[in-house]
Each structure stands twice: as C-alpha cells, then as structure tokens.
C-alpha cells in the first residue's frame, strides 16, 4: 500500500469523531472541608500523603518551609471524574506520593522544617495596584503622537487621553488626582445608554462589549454609521472635549455624551455625526481621495442650549489646512449641527479667503462667554472674531495665530494661545508660539504677551492643546503637546506631557511637570504601545518585571530594551536596561532571563546580567533584534527563524525543569524571509517533515538547560500562536489564534484564541496545507480550531483538549500590531488564562477542568485593595475578589502566591493575591 494512502488510513483511525473540547463548568462547592485531615507516611525515600474531602473541589499540595514558602509545588486539581494526575477519579479520598524531592529535582537532606501543606478551594483577593501613575500618559510616544485634551471647570480639571482604551481622568486646581470618569465606574457602566450588551457564554452574564481596532474602546466617536456593529465601533481617539456642569462633550467624527459620574447623563451615548470632508488629490505617499475631518474645537453655551463646533483640521502628507466655518448643534434630542458662521465646505481658490466679517482663513477654535457671546479663532487673519448666538457679528479682536481661546469667567479676560495648526504648507507665519492675555470684551487690549515652551507639530488636530483654570487662588494655564518639532520623528514622553505655569513678571513658570510626577512613581513614564506590555516573573529573586516595546523605534518593532523591575512585596519600582533589544523574554526558576531575538536565544543573569553561556551555542557579535540595544555574546542557541507580521515570533517560555521553548515564523515565501529586522542573516528557513494536511509556516522547537535540542518541530501543523508554555512533565500548552470551542460550541468572537494542550510529538492537521489532505480525507467531526491565521480550519490531532474563548489576536479584526494576548503557567501546571472580552481571568488545571474564575468590570477607582498604597486615593469596594478590569491582554504568576493582570484598560497591573479556602499542615519531623 502506498504510504501516503497508510498516513490517511492512521489519521482517520485516530480522529473518527473524537471531541477535544474541555466542557468542563466551574462547579459551585458548598463546602471546603476535609472529613478526614491529612497524614504523611514515610515509605523508604518517598512519602504518601493521605486526605479525604467532604465535597468534591480543587486540591493543591505543597511542601513548605518553616516561613510556609513552597519549595515543591507537587499537585493541584479539581477532584472527580476529570481529576488530572496525581489524583484518583471519582474519590474523594486521596493519597499523593512525593518523592522527596524539591522544585528543583535535588533530593533533600533534612526535612524537620517542613511541613505537607495541603489546601482546598483556590481563591484570589485584590492586594494592590502596581505601575500605575494618573499623570503618565496612556498613549506611546511613537510618530505623531497627539497631545492630551484639557478641560478646567469650577471642579477640576478633565483630561482625555487614549489610545490603551479611552481615558477621562479629573484632577483637582492644584493637579493631583481625584477619580476616573472614564472607563466608567462599576457602578454606573449600565447608566450609559447605547452600549452594546451581551449575555456570555461562560456563564451567562450579561456584561458590555468592546469595539475598535484593539476591541478596548467603549466611545464612538469615530463612528460611521451603525454604532453598534462592535467590529467599526470605535472613539479613534478623542479630538475635542468640553464639559458643562456635570455634562460632558467629546467629539471627533461623531459626538459622544457622557456625564461627570461616568453615565451618560440619561442620554444616549452616541450623538450625531459632525464630521466635514474635503477632496485631496494625490501628494507624495498619499494616494488621494476623501478626508473626513473631525471636530477639534467644541464650546458649549453657558445656558446649555448650544454646542459650537470648529477646528476642522486635515494632514495628509504635504495637503494640510481645515475648514473656514463653525457649526453649531442644539443639545436637545435628535439635532443635527447646522452651519453657524462662515463656510463649511472645502475652499479650493488658489486665493487666501480674505477679511471680510464672518469669512475666516481656518477657523481653529471657538469659546464662549458667560453672555453666550461665541469667540473663533480666524487663524489665517490674525484676529478673533466675536458673534452673538443669533449669528451677528459683533467685534474683531485682532492677536496673531489665534489657535486656542479661554475666556476669565472672573473678569471677561481673554486668554489667547497660539501656535501652528494645519494652515498652509511651510507656513512662516507662526515661529515661535506665544501666550497673549488680552481685556475683557469691552476693552480688548494686549495685557500681557508671553513665549511659551511648546513644540508645534501639526496633525490632524492642533498640535498643542491648552486650558485655563480660573477657579484656583490664581489662573493656572495647562499646556501639552505632541512632544516633537516634526510629525515625522518620534515623540519624547517628557515633552508630551502636561505641564502647569503661572504667568508672573512677563513670563510662564512652570509649577507642576506631569511627567515628573510620573517618573517619580513608576520609574517609566512611556505609554504602552500597540497593547503590548508584557508580564515576566523571576521566581528566584521574587520580582515582577513589565517589558514594553521600545519607543521610539520604527513603527513595526516589537522588542523590548529596557523593563519596570518591580518589587510586589513593597511596589517599589526600578527602571532597569536589557542587555539587548529582545522580542521575547523568560525566566527559569534559577533567576537566569532567556532573552531572545528572530533567530537567537541568549541567558544572563537577572540580578547582574552578565552572561550564562550555553554548552551547546555559537558565539555571536552584536546581537540585537532592531537595534536598539546590541551585545556581542558567547554562546547563543541559533535557530531558523524569521518575523511575522508586526515583527512578532509567537512565544517563549522556560519549563520548571529549564526546557526552553519557543515558537518560530518559517515562510516558504522567500519575500517573507527577507524582509524587516536587525538580524535576518540570510539563514535558509527551516524545512520540517511534511505530510498531507500539514500547516507549515510555524513550528516549536525546544531545548534543555544546556542549550542541545531535545525536541525540533515538537507540535507538527501549527498555526499562529500568540503563546506557549511548559510543565515539568514536557506537556506544551499553545495558544492558537483562531476561534475554538467554548462548551461544545464556537466562541462568537472572531478575535478570541484557542488554549490546546499537547505532547511533544503530536501532529495537527489543517485545510490550509503544502500537501492538501483533501476533503474526503479530512476529519468528520467539526475542526477544533476555525479561522487559525497560517492554518484554516485546524483539527488538533492528538492533543489532549482544547478551550476556545480566550486571549485575543486583533490581527483578525483591522491590525496586525495588536495581535497579542500571553497565558500564564503556575508551578502547578494551572494555567491562568486572560478572558479579554470578559473583563476576568480563568483557572484550570492540567485536564481543563475549571477551576476559579478571577476579576469583573471595573476602572482603576473599583475595588478595596489589601493595600492602598500605589493606587488611587479612594477605592471603592466591588465586592467578591475586589478585582476589577477594563482589558487584560498579559499576566503572570508567581506560583500560587500571586497573579498579576496587565490591565491595559486601567493603565495598570493588578496584583492579585492567591489563597485558599482551607489549608491543612503536618509537619515531617
């Protein structure tokens, strides 16, 4: 018989309606109690631990030290007819053999300290907000990054800044932090009207969905058309916002109602759409075509009854200018803007508009006084132009590039800010920008002219923003802008930020740096880019480190050059520097980091870092992943391998026995091999064995302590994996970016990923395939995985389960650069699996059971910690584990002590401390 006819004859053989979903529920226990404690027999070198429950639940057993620290962490499961190994099924009686040893594999000498803990029930508590700072910005600094909007009232001061998800946060007249507006409280996320709700298949819960590119966004103001199809819902980043007594206005394309208390006021969310367009031909890398421009500029009337519309800004390569109009809208229900003054269509004479009252050269801002009086800035006439509401025009002010107008409700004083907006090309009319305070209505005069510290850079919306605080002991002006001279070059997070002057002697002087305030509490003030912010944990030296991609650097890079090294214990946090840009990082249990690049693997020593060479390795000079960091090292692992999309390699990990794995990008398209990074040296890629049905672009290699291989291409037939881990016993858990089974049926998101566990040695089939099984010879059962980016429909021949409803891959939704999510893997070999839609954290054990599910919706106000240091000032109780989430995309534990959840949403990292219900010790003296 030929041998491609007996591969299909096995195959089908072993995959004839076999079913790998882990349906498993989490099960309510009534009771965590033991009806017979635990006793340890010594039985030559091993001893056997005995136990019975009342009930059926989740066990862990550890042997720990005379400070209750594991040093072997021997078995943790949920007890029943799914019980994993060690523990018997359908008993509730157990005994548990340990074979003397540590988490290490050396046999110990002296055993009098130590003690059997065995514990029922895993539980979690919120203990404390880590890397968290209300004055760092949530937004990277990377290419034409756009400042932070400012908003001061008789309350405070409303900032808006987005990017990790949309952010309000209210500060006090002196700058210190009072709360978060938005993401909206726990308590009032069901008073916004117009969310899009559904009922969760885990569990039934009717909780909110997220939209946009990253699926963490709740506005729309970027909305065109149907707000609620949540794969186009999106706020595409706020570019205007005002706040009236307790209603607040953001607009962009779209504008969106909310209210000070985090509802949206008893209206709808989504308001009407207010964008304009212009025609654009084609100019150097843009093709042409239509912009639609969003509102920069928004003033509401002091009685309520209108909100003013202006500052219609576009940048597309060398076109840039805005609209010569404002528009207005009524605020009551069901309005649409009308044109107010001037005109708000495109202007394509070759001539400047002129002077005439009520004809602007861009119309850059508007503000409105407490007699309803409407002031626009005329940009390209040098003036302000003042209307009553009934359109009238009523004064010219003249002041040089008007950009940005506060009007003193004290005094009627007019406090001007200008600076280059999108005007003309190389404009030369706005060198240096320049703060002029000017008399009331009334008497216009200059008072004061002042420079001001600001970089101009023009993008699609002004690029410096401004407030006035008038309601402190003296006028405090906020400024921020985009951090750079040019929209081409990086920004710099120290320029990007806010920063609070008063005027004295002719001049601005600086009172409060936002970004100092953040150095000074988190050590990075960088905003995370593209949602990747990678969690790590040194298990020797006990320390959290949070990696982000390092910016700025070009716009596909993905590694890491430097890492927040964290102390849980006490939240203190040390900026540190990788020896080398790496993409990928892991620990061993020996407190070495595995740094890695496309194709190398280096070790160093986490407290030092200097280098643990590998036996089996080849020197190498200038290792660097995109040269941000380069270091010549000794002895590196070498591996075929190259970068995919976004620059990303699919996962790392380092087993308690110290295997190290990792996943790997061979394309068969050469233009794929050779394209983007430091280090693509040409290497042929790798060919593994093929067979029929076999996916071939990804494969998983791993090797030993000493860096010689011990498994190549271990898990045959991959598609994209956005994570992988190792337990002790060499079983692989890979998260596959495809949709997956969720208690027998599909998960509905088609961003969600798929949890599979497996053996080195498995083989996988797929639709998408060098050698194509053929539809006859496929498996006939539905495919465990669907939709796998590099694989199609993929069955999981030979894995032990698989779990569909995790993670998150945007790849699938608009975006290749937020296409990752990362499982945790406890010493347990209980994996902690990020619910990113779901605002939680689920725990199973090795057989998929269900174990804890972990956290709710919440913003960074929710939950009384066990700590209150490190996070807001005045937490607010949720109740359960107190653990609240926006948006969890990474994690990392550290055993069973503790979880930490990157919570992007929150611009946070929640640690969560890991318990039990019950614990019960026997010493082994």
Request: proline fraction near 5%; charge should be positive.
């Amino acid at each position: 018989m030929p041998i491609k006819l007996i591969f299909r004859y096995v195959i089908l053989l072993f995959i004839l309606c076999f079913n790998l979903n882990a349906e498993s529920d989490i099960k309510k226990i009534s009771v965590y109690e033991f009806s017979k404690k635990p006793t340890i027999k010594r039985e030559g070198n091993s001893f056997s631990i005995s136990f019975a429950v009342k009930e059926a639940c989740d066990v862990t057993i550890a042997i720990v030290d005379s400070n209750k620290k594991a040093i072997r962490h021997i078995a943790s499961g949920l007890l029943g007819k799914n019980s994993p190994e060690p523990f018997a099924k359908n008993s509730l009686s157990q005994k548990i053999l340990w074979d003397g040893k540590n988490d290490y594999g050396r046999l110990l000498d002296d055993y009098s300290s130590l003690s059997v803990r065995v514990s029922l029930g895993l539980k979690a508590k919120f203990e404390r907000t880590l890397y968290w700072s209300p004055h760092k910005r949530t937004k990277s600094a990377k290419y034409r990054m756009f400042a932070p909007i400012m908003y001061a009232t008789p309350e405070g001061v409303y900032v808006y800044d987005g990017k990790t998800g949309d952010h309000i946060t209210k500060f006090n007249h002196k700058g210190d932090y009072e709360k978060t507006v938005f993401p909206a409280p726990a308590n009032k996320i069901k008073a916004i009207k117009g969310l899009v709700w559904k009922k969760f298949p885990q569990d039934g819960h009717n909780l909110p969905m997220k939209g946009g590119k990253y699926f963490n966004e709740f506005l729309t103001t970027n909305n065109l058309g149907d707000t609620s199809k949540i794969n186009i819902r999106s706020s595409g980043g706020v570019k205007g916002l005002a706040v009236l007594g307790n209603k607040i206005y953001l607009t962009g394309t779209r504008i969106n109602f909310l209210s000070t208390d985090g509802s949206s006021g008893g209206r709808e969310l989504s308001g009407p759409e207010v964008w304009k367009s212009v025609r654009l031909g084609r100019m150097h890398n843009f093709p042409g075509g239509t912009v639609k421009m969003a509102v920069s500029s928004v003033a509401p009337s002091e009685d309520g009854k209108w909100i003013y519309l202006t500052g219609y800004f576009y940048v597309r390569s060398w076109h840039q200018g805005g609209l010569n109009g404002v528009a207005r809208l009524s605020t009551k229900h069901g309005s649409k803007p009308e044109l107010f003054v001037g005109s708000l269509k495109q202007y394509t004479s070759k001539k400047r508009p002129g002077n005439k009252n009520g004809v602007f050269d861009v119309a850059t801002c508007v503000a409105v006084d407490s007699k309803g009086r409407v002031y626009v800035g005329d940009y390209g006439n040098d003036r302000i132009q003042v209307f009553d509401e009934n359109k009238k025009h009523l004064k010219n002010i003249p002041v040089k590039k008007p950009a940005h107008i506060s009007i003193n409700p004290n005094n009627g004083e007019i406090y001007v800010f200008s600076y280059k907006v999108p005007f003309v090309m190389h404009d030369k009319g706005m060198k240096v920008p320049i703060f002029t305070r000017l008399g009331s209505y009334d008497n216009p005069k200059v008072l004061a002219s002042m420079k001001i510290k600001m970089n101009m850079t023009t993008l699609d919306d002004p690029g410096g923003r401004c407030t006035v605080d008038f309601w402190g002991k003296e006028p405090v002006i906020w400024i921020a802008d985009t951090g750079t001279h040019a929209s081409f070059r990086a920004s710099r997070e120290k320029l990007a930020n806010i920063k609070m002057y008063v005027e004295k002697k002719g001049k601005l002087v600086k009172i409060r740096d936002f970004h100092d305030d953040a150095i000074k509490k988190v050590a990075l003030a960088r905003g995370t880019r593209h949602g990747k912010q990678r969690l790590f944990f040194d298990y020797k030296n006990e320390k959290l480190f949070v990696s982000e991609i390092w910016g700025p650097a070009v716009i596909h890079c993905t590694s890491m050059a430097d890492s927040a090294k964290i102390d849980p214990e006490t939240g203190k946090i040390e900026h540190i520097f990788l020896p080398i840009d790496a993409e990928d990082m892991a620990f061993d249990l020996n407190g070495l980091a595995y740094l890695r690049t496309q194709n190398r693997i280096a070790r160093f020593d986490a407290k030092t870092w200097k280098e643990i060479p590998f036996d089996y390795g080849a020197e190498y000079k200038a290792m660097t992943t995109w040269h941000v960091r380069k270091r010549d090292v000794i002895s590196a692992i070498t591996y075929n391998g190259f970068f995919e999309s976004s620059s990303q390699l699919g996962g790392m990990a380092i087993s308690p026995k110290g295997h190290i794995v990792i996943t790997a990008y061979n394309p068969t398209n050469k233009e794929e091999r050779t394209k983007g990074g430091a280090q693509n040296i040409n290497l042929a890629p790798y060919r593994p064995n093929m067979y029929p049905g076999r996916a071939s672009s990804w494969n998983l290699h791993v090797w030993d302590e000493h860096g010689k291989i011990i498994y190549k291409d271990a898990v045959a037939g991959l598609g994209r994996p956005v994570g992988v881990r190792m337990d002790v016993k060499d079983n692989l858990y890979i998260m596959q970016a495809g949709q997956g089974k969720l208690n027998g049926k599909y998960y509905y998101s088609g961003v969600s990923c798929t949890y599979v566990k497996t053996k080195p040695g498995t083989k996988f089939v797929a639709t998408k395939a060098i050698i194509d099984l053929g539809a006859e010879m496929r498996p006939k059962r539905e495919p465990d995985i669907k939709g796998l980016d590099y694989a199609g429909d993929l069955w999981a021949i030979g894995a032990e389960w698989t779990l569909g409803g995790v993670g998150i891959d945007g790849k699938r939704n608009k975006c290749h650069c937020a296409s990752q999510s990362r499982p945790a893997l406890d010493l347990y070999a209980r994996s902690f699996l990020p619910e990113t839609d779901r605002y939680s954290v689920l725990v199973i054990d090795t057989n998929g059971n269900k174990i804890l599910r972990i956290g709710k919706y919440g913003n960074v106000d929710d939950g009384m910690p066990m700590i209150k240091d490190g996070g807001p000032p005045n937490p607010i109780s949720i109740g359960g584990d107190e653990v609240a989430i926006v948006h969890n995309q990474f994690l990392t534990v550290q055993s069973d002590r503790r979880l930490f959840i990157g919570d992007l949403g929150n611009s946070r990292v929640l640690s969560v401390k890991l318990e039990y219900h019950k614990s019960e010790y026997v010493s082994l003296k």
